[in-house]
């Protein structure tokens, strides 16, 4: 059953991020289950999202549709602990919001990183361990042998040592991609993957989603592009407003799109 | 090889251009996160924020070091609580808060019968430094080297992508404060060496200088160890050859080793 929730489970409030928190994923419960759910911005009254309700089984990829402004990130960012719940109940497989970070990959939208800030490819892609080895712990042969299987699989190991200021937009979301992806998440939550990304990434993206379903992974991805991309996608979700105004099998996306 | 010696046969010097390096070293350290993260604005206001509490201290007779101390690192706490207000813009409430204190500091100096008392506290006194001085300064240097050490993956993280940490559970608004409070303790260090006015540029000039020449942050902060120390030995060698301020000698060395890293960043076509 659904209880109310915290933004961070009780234990580890203060210092939530490392091994400490691995909890076991409760079975049978969905990857994703919001009942009325509603959000407002941090420091305003506006609200971002309104009685939400949705539920997402282990193992579907599910598209989140909708003009700007439609609340497709801030439902990401709830699910993601990083915006405050002001009504409703939340679990992700069974737990709630922050008892286990490993399991829950978020992926930010290009525009809300310093893409300035001296880190290489490799390293950036690495951070997606840190939730792993905690406070303290440094990157062991596992970790490395992740991160180089992965950027063999997104096509980068060419640019494993280029500084990320200098990749192009389609590449930056790759390495995005590649750090959400060495987290070894059961939910991966996706802003915008496709957002200004050439033709040679946005195959490798759709590879990847293609690839995460067959291994039972979930995927919600929030996306302006589902026309060249619908395949990959078992359910459409369409936003508007901050509310869920349309919910259909992705076969039938077409049809439900002119809700918009 | 002379007069590369003869400095060094006082004492005064000897502790001046050990405390001086020592310095460098935290600063350069530090002062690669104040300009990664474009916080030189706050490095700034630190340093001047602290001016009340050594004028408090001064007045009545604790030491100065202390109440420099508390005064920066509740300014420290103060910065990182007014950035979470959305209510006005950071680097105003930064700019009135600093402004006011420095103000205050003035004000209190202004009741003492001679502003001498404070000069050291605004310009600088290397050559006074003390063994105590000295090994207070050694103490805090290592405290913040091991914590930058010991977090170097948290704190790189939450600089390029604080969203992401925080999604992995990383408090990244607590980081920030640590990162504040060891500026704020670097700050203190460093008022020492160059005062109250000049503690701005170093931190900000040796690490700008090294980000110029490379883009590992590693290697960054090696950089501009090396150059922050290059400049207290030429720094102290001219203050004493041609008996100028030893602060402000120190600095335009600094700012000598900017211009160099310019140059060389020109040549490379960068």
Known sequence: ?260 | MHWLLEPLSFAFMRSGLLAAMLVGIACAAIGVYVVMRRMAFIGDALSHTILPGVVIAYLNQWNLFVGALIAGVLTAIGISWVSRRDAIREDTAIGVLFTAMFAAGILLMSSVRSFRDFSHILFGNILGVTSEDLALIALIGALILITLFLFHKELGLTSYDAIYAQSIGIHSDRLRTLLLILLALTVVTSIQVVGVVLTSALLVTPAAAASLVTQRLSRMMLVAGAIAVSSSVVGLYASYYAAVSSGAAIVLACTFFFGVAWVVRTIRGG
């Open chain 1, 1 to 260: 059953m659904l209880r109310q929730l915290s933004l961070h489970s009780a234990h580890n409030t203060w210092f939530p991020y490392g091994r400490r928190s691995y909890t076991a994923a409760v079975a049978g419960e969905p990857a994703i289950a919001l009942h009325e759910v509603g959000a407002i911005y941090s420091g305003t009254p506006t609200v971002a999202i309104e009685a939400i309700t949705l539920e997402i089984a282990v193992g579907t990829n599910v598209a989140l549709i909708g003009p700007n402004g439609a609340g497709k990130s801030s439902l990401l960012k709830v699910i993601a602990g990083l915006l405050g719940v002001r009504q409703g109940m939340i679990r992700i497989f069974g737990l709630p919001i922050g008892a286990c970070h490993h399991r829950v990959a978020y992926l930010s939208q290009r525009g809300q990183i310093d893409w300035r800030f001296p880190v290489t490819v490799y390293d950036m892609v690495m951070a997606g361990r840190y939730v792993h080895l905690g406070w303290l712990r440094r990157p062991g042969r596992d970790d490395h042998a992740a991160v180089a299987q992965v950027l063999e699989r997104l096509d980068l190991q060419p640019l494993a040592q280029r500084q990320i200021g200098e990749l192009s937009g389609g590449q930056q979301q790759r390495v995005l991609l590649a750090r959400a992806l060495v987290q070894g998440a059961d939910l991966l939550m996706l802003d915008e993957p496709f957002n200004a990304v050439d033709a040679t990434s946005r195959d490798v993206i759709v590879g990847v989603l293609a690839d995460l379903r067959q291994s039972g992974k979930t995927a919600l991805v929030a996306t302006h592009e589902l026309q060249q991309v619908a395949d990959v996608f078992d359910r459409v979700v369409a936003m508007r407003d901050g509310r869920i105004v349309a919910d259909t099998p992705a076969a039938f996306y077409q049809e439900d799109v002119r809700v918009l």
